[in-house]
């Protein structure tokens, strides 16, 4: 179309607007035949002409509005060196806005005549050919190493954010799914709604996954209080650690804020999340159980997966045969947990009155010692605690809370339920102690 026939159309729109005032942007569009954004951007050209005439109805010029000057190389090594010696005793590196403060008061500068630039991303260019910004480089992937089948499982849970809150109850986690996905194989393992998810609950919900598949060899966790107590036990063994501990799972317990460490069941979170629970938005706990068992099966059985080890198929349809090769002992040994802690040093502050807090248990360790960092090792064969200042051995306590000898599991694991929710009441009351001092002292 020539631009004869775009200014005649420009001059309809023109009269149309004076013409009749009150024709909508659709009104318009009718009328000229021409799109809504055509529309829409000539008439705020007209509307912000200052004088009428034949220019409201001609094309813009399309050569660039911006000076096209270049900066000098005086000027660029002036920009280099304001970024590596900041000026005035300025006690950070200057940005490029920091940049144009500054070379715009270089004197010797603008009396030579040079061109100084205004625009931060011109700066940041400079600052970029000439090595003053740093990029992370791209780093190589390095793939997961895989795992013999049914060996190592990732469990964490996730929540159902489509179950509205209640009115006199929880507000956040109405409903949560704890789902285990074994990572050799991408099968997933479980998938356990429930709506009174704590560390008693994860207990008995993993001993019943453990008595229908077995036991693997590993599992990887992320530090969910729920999983590895209160974030001031540093590290120190929860109950449900030293459970699984005492079955002789290993446990690789995830760096905080690096979901990819745990990725296997993360996959399988944005999965469940586009497919099932976006799809069929559930409201409550038995419509939960219902669209995510139909969707277990369908994940395992049917819908083909792009993981390495499945070759576009399902997961259980590429491994038929995969089981665990371990099951529930009848009998276990309730200290056995000893010897994996040993494996590394926690750290505890000596209260005021010379105690520590470590696995439920307090300990009297010094008063001298108080609000000093002491470092903690486990000792199996002695089943002692040894205190460490300077590198030093300053107490040696034995270890509260031990059994000595053999029991039932099912004994056991009912210790351990009332440990966590031991735990979980403590981890309670410090919250709500926090918060007091905080509204105190803000």
Request: aromatic share 8%; hydrophobic share 35%.
């Amino acid at each position: 179309m020539s631009e004869v026939e775009w200014m005649v159309d420009r001059m309809k729109l023109y009269e149309l607007r004076r013409s009749q005032p009150k024709l909508s942007v659709k009104d318009l569009v009718k009328e000229l035949g021409r799109s809504e954004s055509w529309v829409r951007k000539w008439r705020q050209r007209q509307q912000e002409a200052e004088a009428e005439g034949p220019s409201i109805f001609q094309s813009r010029s399309r050569a660039r509005h911006s000076s096209n000057v270049r900066v000098g190389e005086e000027v660029e090594r002036a920009i280099v060196e304001i970024r590596d010696e900041p000026p005035e005793n300025l006690g950070r590196r200057p940005g490029p806005l920091a940049i144009v403060y500054y070379l715009g008061r270089r004197e010797d500068l603008q009396a030579e005549g040079h061109y100084l630039p205004r625009s931060t991303s011109t700066i940041w260019k400079i600052l970029d050919r000439h090595q003053r910004i740093w990029r992370e480089g791209k780093g190589e992937r390095q793939p997961e190493l895989r795992e013999a089948p049914m060996t190592h499982w990732q469990i964490d849970y996730k929540s159902i954010s489509s179950v509205p809150p209640e009115e006199d109850g929880k507000q956040q986690h109405v409903v949560e799914t704890l789902n285990c996905v074994d990572k050799g194989t991408s099968i997933l393992v479980a998938a356990v709604p429930r709506a009174d998810y704590n560390a008693e609950t994860t207990v008995a919900s993993l001993m019943d996954l453990f008595g229908q598949h077995g036991l693997p060899q590993k599992m990887s966790l992320d530090r969910d209080p729920r999983l590895v107590g209160s974030w001031t036990a540093q590290e120190f063994p929860s109950p449900l650690m030293r459970l699984l501990h005492v079955l002789g799972i290993g446990l690789v317990v995830c760096p905080p804020q690096r979901p990819e460490k745990n990725a296997f069941v993360e996959r399988y979170h944005l999965n469940y999340e586009r497919e099932c629970l976006q799809r069929y938005k559930p409201d409550s706990l038995a419509k939960v159980i219902e669209v995510t068992q139909a969707y277990q099966q369908h994940y395992n059985y049917e819908r083909p997966n792009q993981a390495l080890t499945c070759h576009n198929q399902p997961p259980r349809v590429a491994f038929p045969t995969a089981r665990t090769s371990a099951i529930l002992p009848t009998i276990v040994d309730p200290d056995a947990w000893l010897l994996p802690a040993s494996k590394q040093l926690y750290r505890r502050r000596v209260d005021r009155n010379g105690t520590i807090m470590i696995g439920n248990q307090r300990y009297y360790i010094r008063r001298a010692l108080a609000k000093q960092q002491v470092a903690i090792r486990v000792v199996p064969h002695s089943q002692e605690l040894h205190i460490y200042l300077d590198n030093k051995v300053v107490k040696k306590v034995a270890i509260k809370g031990l059994y000595h000898g053999q029991m039932l599991l099912e004994d056991y694991v009912t210790l351990i339920c009332r440990e966590a929710v031991s735990d979980a009441r403590r981890l309670k009351t410090r919250r709500r102690y926090q918060q007091r001092r905080l509204a105190q002292h803000p």
